[in-house]
């Protein structure tokens, strides 16, 4: 999946996997993550993703990194915040986007997540991938999860617990994304540095496959 792909599917609205409400299973999982009051949650992939309202709303501070500069303005109109816009220090071409949302910040990155450090992120307390893991193809997923873990410092010097959605299908009965990711490929990409406990499995449709038997995951990687 190269930036064109992504940039693409902005432009032509091919963009069915934003959801319009809040992300049940964020509101019921999101507890585990013993993020504290005020704490700050990191969004790799984050699209114009509602569910970074909703943790607004429950007082967290929330730092999102897109690809697409589109869907970054569409996050902050349609949540009726006129953002400011920093110009990266080093780099031209990434800029970030901050706004105020039920007194809490968000801090949106336009850039592609490798590009960035964990400087530019900053300490945060918790990582939520929703469609992010499951947007890469296999060939990246090592790179991507390194780089997630590399970018998600606390401030005591470990790396923040992550709630990660991941669906399961027969991957020869579709292309991805989003792509099917085994049990085995999660112990792979985690599981040299989280203890991984899966919340909960179950059987869920992909909109673009609807008759195909899908099961979603939902890992708490700490
Ligand atoms: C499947 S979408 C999910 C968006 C969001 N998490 C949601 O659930 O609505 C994946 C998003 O990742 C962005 N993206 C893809 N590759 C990226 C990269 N290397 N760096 C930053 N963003 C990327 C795409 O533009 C797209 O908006």
Known sequence: MNPEFWQTRWQEKRIGFNQSEVNPLLT????HLN??????VFVPLCG????MAWLTAQGYNVVGVELVETAV???FAEQNI????YQHADNPIIKSYQGQLAGRTITLWVADIFALSAEDIGFVDAVYDKAALIALPA???????EQVRQLSDTADKKFAPQLLITLNYDQNKKNGP???ISNEQIQQYYGEHY???ELINEPATIGSAPELKVTEHIWLLN
Do not use: C, L, W
Request: glycine share 6%; aromatic share 14%.
């Open 28 to 31: 019921k999982y999101f507890n």
């Open 35 to 40: 993020v504290p009051a005020g704490g700050r």
């Open 48 to 51: 114009k993703s509602i569910d």
């Open 73 to 75: 303005q569409e996050f």
């Open 82 to 85: 006129v953002p400011t816009v």
């Open 139 to 145: 060939n990246m997923r090592v790179k991507y999860s």
């Open 178 to 180: 989003p792509f099917s």
């Open 195 to 197: 203890q991984i406990n």
